[in-house]
């Protein structure tokens, strides 16, 4: 399998600009995760799916951020418009269930560095 | 609120040495804990997971333990190699579908 598969890796835009992020779960996998990693804060949960469907998304920072998931193969995170703030790597993470349970670990990609000037 | 802390932020050790990362977090009803390996520029890699039931887990050269009740987890790295030089990161999962609360890491340095 080719692990979890995140597209742009990089990605310079100037503020108010749309962004779309993209993600590809690995085959099988029925949970996706976003995350967000900056020197500041880390690494922060934004959102997750749960067969598609997303169930928590109260790490969310504003409205300006949207995710969708229209099948099990593809994800993207948008955020619209973009503000300098923005800048950080997002990474998309997948995780297996066994027996219908959450597995607990999780699959990262090779995240999309995102610069908005 | 969950807070984890991973203490030192940076180490530095010669090649051969044994090694031990920190991680605290504050409240113990946790599902389990991971500890994840970071390259530059990379994603995370899920070294070891252990499950709340659990005491420890080992992989090859890495042994994590887990004690619930002090809020406390250790990673040891027997005979360091250069090739362990990364970013270590632990991360707990208080059950809700791994929504995990990672910790800031440990940068790792292995020299020759």
């Known amino acids: 399998d080719a692990g979890v598969i995140q597209s742009p890796r990089h990605e310079v835009t100037e503020m108010g600009q749309e962004v779309t992020l993209r993600c590809k779960p690995i085959?099988?996998?029925?949970?996706l995760f976003w995350y967000r990693q900056t020197m500041m804060r880390g690494l922060e949960l934004l959102i997750y799916?749960?067969?598609?469907?997303?169930?928590?998304d109260s790490g969310m920072p504003e409205d300006r951020f949207s995710a969708k998931m229209p099948n099990a193969s593809f994800s993207t995170l948008k955020i619209q418009p973009s503000e300098p703030r923005d800048s950080a790597v997002y990474f998309c993470a997948s995780s297996p269930t066994t027996g219908g349970k959450n597995t607990g670990e999780l699959f990262f990609g090779e995240g999309s560095r995102l610069t908005v000037l | 609120k969950q807070e984890v802390t991973q203490i030192p932020a940076a180490l530095s050790v010669p090649e051969g040495e044994n090694l031990v990362l920190n991680c605290s977090f504050t409240?113990?009803?946790?599902?389990?804990l991971q500890w994840f390996r970071q390259d530059p520029g990379k994603g995370l890699t899920s070294l070891l997971l252990i499950q709340s039931s659990q005491r420890e887990q080992t992989s090859g050269r890495l042994n994590a333990s887990l004690d619930k009740s002090s809020g406390r987890s250790t990673l040891y790295i027997a005979a360091s190699q250069p090739g362990d030089s990364a970013t270590y990161l632990c991360?707990?999962?208080?059950?809700?579908?791994?929504?995990?609360?990672f910790g800031t890491g440990t940068r790792l340095q292995v020299t020759l």
């Open positions: 991360a707990v999962d208080t059950g809700t579908a791994s929504k995990l609360t």
């Open positions: 799916f749960n067969n598609n469907v997303p169930i928590d």
């Open positions: 085959s099988g996998h029925d949970y």
């Open positions: 409240d113990s009803a946790i599902y389990n």
